[in-house]
């Protein structure tokens, strides 16, 4: 059995990869199921904070209490060193994370039935675009608080080249092969050459042509939906009186996971109350208040990224928003979230482009393109990315699972 595991510590969801003799490599993290969504539910009635799908369940019931989730974004941004409020008691958001990965720990190491204080892993190729200094600083700020939960050799392995990992364990010739991991906080590619001799290899190194990515996934595409579709129902876009426009802040707050606990502070509500006596539309505005009022903000992201998925199968959908006072049922339309997020979608192709340019590498030369990562089943993203390597065998892997697997066999090679 190897003596260490790999962590995806996920925007969305997380994972532990362990590897041992004729077992699955994923472990069970909550009721059997490998994912843990990262959602931290701190419980004001019951004083008791809950994770993943229970906290979810828990909010949703109508508990009083602060949900919090996509804790990744705020590595390597200035907001980690900030402090959210819980329970009127000031909360750091690095104990946060630290109470999320701690919990992750300790559920590995009960389904592991063992202790585990080696560990990679994952990191997208750029925790932010443009600055090298942030982006180490992400990578140390995440070692540290791995450090602080038990984790005492931590080794970092690009999350798609850990999904290439996986890729390479099932096949049986070599292949030149573009990694497209869109997560749901960056959009990560990696261009390799894997074969099952070259799995045997301690280095991979040469193998490894080039590396890309960008800070553009499944949440932005949350956000661009809900701003194109949902934000007008409470008043984006809309007028006061004096015919200057709403400020939009309120909505790009609600509409952006991490910052939608920003829309609760009673400065945004007093605000709000004065932009609705002078508003010309103030039934959305009226909508909006009692949304905030509610706490509702993490409800509508949820639903808003119901209706993403379920856009990537059909061509339109009916979206329940039963929690809005007047009630609404909006119908999404694919047409209009593509228009919506196709400013997205073009910066992951200039990224995959230039990443086959760094490689000097022509299209026709790449044998296939591996997709992995929760928010790869958009339909546009897939098509466009499919289509600059048009020869190219299409594969999907476990969407949810792979990147986790490849971290576990990169933590034999690294640990043993």
């Not at 996920?10 to 994923?26: E, I, L």
């Amino acid at each position: 059995m190897a003596n260490a595991c790999g962590v995806d510590f996920g925007t969305s969801n997380s994972t532990v990869g362990w590897v041992r003799p004729g077992q699955a490599v994923m472990l069970g993290l909550e009721d059997g199921k490998t994912t843990l969504p990262s959602v931290v539910f701190f419980n004001a009635e019951d004083e008791q904070v809950t994770f993943g799908r229970a906290a979810l369940a828990e909010y949703l019931a109508g508990y009083e209490g602060r949900l919090m989730r996509s804790l990744k974004s705020l590595l390597g941004t200035s907001l980690i060193d900030g402090q959210t409020e819980v329970g009127g008691r000031a909360l750091p958001f690095r104990m946060l994370l630290a109470q999320f990965i701690g919990e992750v720990k300790q559920r590995a190491e009960r389904s592991a039935g063992r202790e585990f204080t080696s560990a990679v892993f994952g990191r997208p190729v750029h925790f932010i675009d443009d600055s090298q200094e942030n982006d180490q600083l992400a990578e140390d700020t995440l070692a540290e608080v791995a450090r602080s939960v038990g984790f005492k050799d931590i080794a970092f392995q690009f999350e798609p080249i850990a999904a290439a990992f996986d890729y390479e364990s099932q096949i049986d010739r070599e292949e030149l092969v573009l990694i497209a991991d869109i997560g749901g906080g960056t959009s990560d590619f990696s261009l390799v050459r894997l074969s099952p001799a070259r799995a045997k290899k301690t280095e991979r190194r040469d193998d490894i042509l080039a590396n890309g990515g960008v800070h553009i996934g499944g949440t932005d595409f949350d956000k661009y939906l809900s701003l194109s579709s949902v934000m007008p129902l409470l008043g984006y876009g809309s007028r006061l009186r004096n015919n200057s426009e709403v400020p939009s802040s309120y909505f790009f707050n609600l509409a952006t996971w991490h910052t939608i606990n920003q829309a609760y502070t009673k400065k945004m509500w007093t605000q709000l109350s004065d932009l609705l006596r002078d508003s010309a539309e103030q039934e959305k505005l009226g909508r909006l208040q009692r949304l905030i009022d509610e706490r509702a903000g993490h409800w509508l992201a949820m639903k808003v990224e119901e209706g993403k998925i379920a856009l990537s199968d059909a061509v339109k959908v009916q979206l329940e928003l039963d929690r809005l006072s007047p009630a609404v049922t909006l119908e999404l339309d694919r047409a209009q979230f593509d228009d919506a997020i196709g400013h997205l979608v073009g910066s992951v192709e200039n990224t995959v482009l230039k990443l086959l340019a760094d490689a000097g590498v022509a299209p026709a030369d790449v044998d296939t393109v591996f997709f992995t990562g929760g928010s790869s089943g958009v339909r546009m993203l897939r098509e466009r990315i499919g289509a600059l390597v048009p020869g190219a065998r299409k594969v999907e892997g476990d969407l949810f699972g792979s990147i986790g697997a490849g971290l576990a066999l990169d933590a034999v090679r690294k640990f043993g």
